[in-house]
């Protein structure tokens, strides 16, 4: 007899293999200024590899450990979620992520679904954020499609384990953004469509926005960056 899960919503098991390599991306990237516009009139990969090291100025800017310089943690979350709002679609990945039950949210609802799943991937990408440990990133190739879509694939390298890690990217108002992350040829997008399908199929979305809002209120830990050395 099978054994009914509960619904997680959360598959952030494998999301350190996802963000970390946006980390490590930087270390190959070409210096830049800090501020620059991230995604404007940039070639994909690109995008990329000036959000990451804009990442890694503001971790050094803004030192944050939970015992020491806790004065710079509100500064570098605030700067961290700042970039990866430049580079992130949060609008398109919340639309692709419900899929055709986007027709069962009220327009309120829908305002409060994307602000929630925002929340939820912004405070998931902060904590992997501190979890970089050496590893290597090689570019493997950027392919555009029809002009307004594209893949960046990369392989991560460690120790251990080589995991290829590919970023999918759409234009819109000249601007490249992603909105999927691939781990393994895993999608995180459709990692939670499959999820957010499965509830939307039997509840209403108000059920759906209750479970976001309790899972962010078990998450409502102030940012403390990394443990102390």
Same mark, same amino acid.
């Not at 940039?42 to 990451?52: G, N, R, T, Y």
């Not at 405070?123 to 979890?131: A, C, D, F, I, S």
């Not at 970023?167 to 992350?181: A, E, F, Q, S, T």
């Given at each position: !007899?099978?054994? %009914? ?44 590899? !000036? ?27 605030? =700067? ?18 419900? $899929? ?8 309120? =609802? ?7 799943? %925002? ?6 990408? !902060? *904590? ?5 440990? $050496? =590893?290597?990133?090689?570019?493997? *190739? ?12 990369? %392989? ?18 000249? *601007?490249? *953004? ?23 199929? %039997? ?21 403390? $960056?990394?443990?102390?050395?």
């Amino acid at each position: !007899m099978s054994v %009914k899960r509960p619904y997680s919503l959360y598959p952030f098991m494998w999301l350190r293999s996802v963000l970390i390599p946006m980390v490590i991306i930087a270390l190959t990237a070409p210096s830049i200024l800090y501020g620059e516009d991230i995604s404007n009139n940039q070639k994909p990969k690109k995008v990329i590899s !000036m959000a990451v090291q804009e990442v890694l100025t503001t971790l050094k800017k803004y030192p944050c450990t939970r015992k020491k310089n806790t004065k710079n943690c509100p500064k570098q979350e605030a =700067e961290i979620k700042k970039i990866a709002e430049s580079f992130i679609d949060f609008d398109q990945v919340a639309r692709l992520s419900v $899929g055709r039950y986007r027709r069962r949210f009220s327009e309120a =609802e829908w305002d409060k679904f994307k602000g929630l799943f %925002k929340r939820l991937l912004l405070n998931t990408y !902060m *904590k992997r954020l501190q979890e970089y440990s $050496g =590893e290597k990133v090689v570019y493997e *190739k950027e392919r555009i499609f029809k002009g307004i879509k594209a893949q960046v694939d990369t %392989k991560v390298i460690s120790d251990t384990k080589t995991i290829p890690v590919s970023y999918r990217l759409l234009k819109k108002d000249g *601007k490249w *953004k992603v909105y999927d992350i691939l781990v393994e040829g895993v999608s995180l997008l459709k990692n939670y469509r499959r999820q957010f399908s499965n509830i939307l199929r %039997k509840k209403k979305a108000s059920y759906l926005i209750k479970k976001l809002e309790k899972k962010l209120q078990a998450e409502n830990i102030p940012y403390g $960056g990394k443990e102390d050395a």
